[in-house]
């Protein structure tokens, strides 16, 4: 299948810093990739769509000042979340669909984010 | 009430087991369904995708729907340690990677030897 990489891992910072995490598809080029967010025992909750070349998509209530996403490749996108308080502490993931039969999602293997 | 429901568990079973995973829905606009496997620290990797009722199999995995119940289930025969991670239902109304794709909690399985 299709590689998604995400950079970084894992990430502590202070609160009130931003924070940027990429999101790559590796061997394929996304049109479209998406970023969710997942707290401890729930599901992973769709934040926003990021269409190459436009402006996101963000779904209802996830704030778009706070949440700024970039996708200024058709290999890469990235999530920055800024002003970050304890309460944005979770796991990003992104997927990326891979055009190539059938727009299947790929996912990364998550960003943990801990805000002190 | 959620889209989506599903037990976290964790369920624990021996080697060779079957398992039973499953989630109920609302949205009755669903059609397509899938199942997602989550090792620990890993994104989600697609197991199976069905569309609307009907079973699906897939070597030791079966998928089923039952849409008129709003139920899916998961079925894993012959369990190995291999299989211990989080498996995660989502569904979606118009293909099986639509932006409206929702996904269940998640239910954590550890096979043990």
């Known amino acids: 299948g299709a590689v998604v990489s995400q950079h970084p891992s894992r990430v502590i910072c202070k609160s009130g810093t931003s924070v940027k995490i990429e999101c790559r598809s590796l061997?394929?080029?996304?049109?479209?990739m998406f970023w969710y967010r997942q707290f401890p025992k729930q599901s992973l909750m769709l934040m926003a769509t990021?269409?190459?070349?436009?402006?996101?998509?963000?779904e209802q209530g996830v704030e778009k000042d706070k949440f700024l996403i970039n996708h200024a490749s058709l290999t890469l996108s990235t999530l920055t979340v800024t002003s970050a308080h304890p309460e944005d502490s979770s796991f990003y993931i992104c997927?990326?669909?891979?055009?190539?039969?059938?727009?299947?999602?790929?996912f990364g293997p998550g960003t943990r984010l801990t805000v002190l | 009430q959620k889209e989506v429901e599903q037990d976290p568990g964790p369920l624990s079973v021996p080697e060779g087991a079957i398992v039973s995973l499953n989630c109920t829905y609302s949205?009755?606009?669903?059609?397509?369904f899938m199942w997602y496997r989550q090792y620990s620290r890993k994104g989600p990797e697609l197991l199976m995708y069905?569309?609307?009722?009907g079973n699906k199999e897939d070597g030791r995995f079966t998928a089923q729907v039952d849409k008129s119940s709003k139920y899916i289930s998961l079925f894993i025969r012959d369990s190995q340690p291999s299989d211990s991670a989080t498996y995660l239902c989502?569904?979606?109304?118009?293909?099986?990677?639509?932006?409206?794709?929702?996904f269940g909690a998640g239910t954590r399985l550890t096979v043990k030897p």
């Open positions: 997927s990326a669909r891979d055009p190539r039969g059938g727009d299947e999602q790929f």
């Open positions: 061997d394929f080029q996304a049109t479209t």
């Open positions: 990021s269409n190459e070349g436009s402006k996101a998509t963000y």
């Open positions: 069905t569309y609307s009722s």
């Open positions: 989502a569904m979606s109304s118009d293909t099986y990677n639509n932006n409206d794709m929702r």
């Open positions: 949205n009755s606009a669903f059609q397509y």
